[in-house]
């Protein structure tokens, strides 16, 4: 009996190499760990700034005190740096989306720079 092969494929029935490269990357988005930094971050920060208020509260505390509050604030500084990072945009974008969300208005309203006499 000979042998026959029935593992053949034809080329019609495989999408090219650049097409299914092209169909992976359509359905999946980045993942990033900055993400998860930032919420663990956010997270602790508010555990941080309620224990700090009950124990100086608690405690009768003077007012130089109340500035280890400034521990929980560098968590939540820390928070919106490690977002802005896993965000992916630049440093010039990260600082006008930014300004547009304390300001109201939309970066990509502003018209472009006119490059007349700029080198």
């Excluded at 490269?21 to 700034?49: C, H, K, Q, T």
């Excluded at 992916?88 to 208005?105: N, Q």
């Amino acid at each position: 009996m000979p042998l026959v092969n029935r593992s053949v494929e034809t080329t019609a029935s495989r999408p090219a190499p650049d097409q299914a490269a092209e169909d992976s990357r359509e359905g999946v988005e980045p993942s990033s760990w900055w993400f998860l930094v930032s919420m663990i971050l956010g997270m602790v920060g508010a555990y941080m700034l309620l224990a700090v208020h009950v124990i100086l509260d608690a405690t009768d505390a003077s007012a130089w005190m109340w500035t280890l509050l400034a521990v929980p604030v560098a968590f939540f500084c820390s928070s919106a740096v490690a977002l802005f990072v896993g965000s992916g945009l630049s440093a010039r974008e990260r600082l006008a989306a930014a300004s547009a969300a304390l300001f109201g208005y939309s970066p990509r309203e502003k018209s472009p720079r006119s490059t007349h006499g700029h080198l």
